[in-house]
């Protein structure tokens, strides 16, 4: 068994693509139209085979106040992994990306939370 595919939950799918291709740096994998919303997915530019990220709207109420009460209290909805959380802090920050965590050791890993602009809380982690 493998994970392939992984979602998260965002209040608008295009600005969410713009988010997670300009600011975090992943690519897009697949756009297909499906009614109202589309198959919407990103990878890693490392990883173009790797795990696709859904950008899975947020059409379904209870899912909304889920999203919500998650975001108000600072639980990230995902984890990232990055090889070096202090470079990558640094660069998104640059690029005007908000986080309400900056690095912070937490026992073997050093992690960071931003906010994705579409309701989530996201964390980016290293092993250190």
């Known amino acids: 068994m493998k994970v392939k595919l992984t ?3 965002v209040q608008d799918q295009e600005k969410a693509l713009r988010f997670y291709t300009e600011a ?8 297909i139209p499906m009614g109202e919303h589309r198959w919407l997915t ?4 490392d990883e173009p085979d790797g795990v696709e990220v859904v950008l899975e709207p947020l059409g379904f109420p209870p899912a909304a106040v889920y999203q919500e009460a998650l975001y108000k209290a600072g639980i990230p909805w995902t984890a990232f992994y990055v090889e070096d959380v202090e470079t990558e802090y640094a660069r998104m920050k ?5 986080f309400s965590m900056s690095p912070t050791v937490m026992g073997v890993t050093k992690i960071a939370v931003l906010d994705d602009t579409c309701g989530n809380n996201i964390q ?3 092993v250190i």
Not at 94 to 98: E, F, K, L, N
Request: aromatic letters at 8%; charged letters at 20%.
């Open 24 to 31: 975090l740096g992943f690519v897009k994998k697949r756009d």
């Open 94 to 98: 640059a690029a005007g990306v908000v």
């Open 124 to 126: 980016l982690f290293q």
């Open 42 to 45: 990103v990878v890693s530019k």
């Open 7 to 9: 979602s998260v939950l």
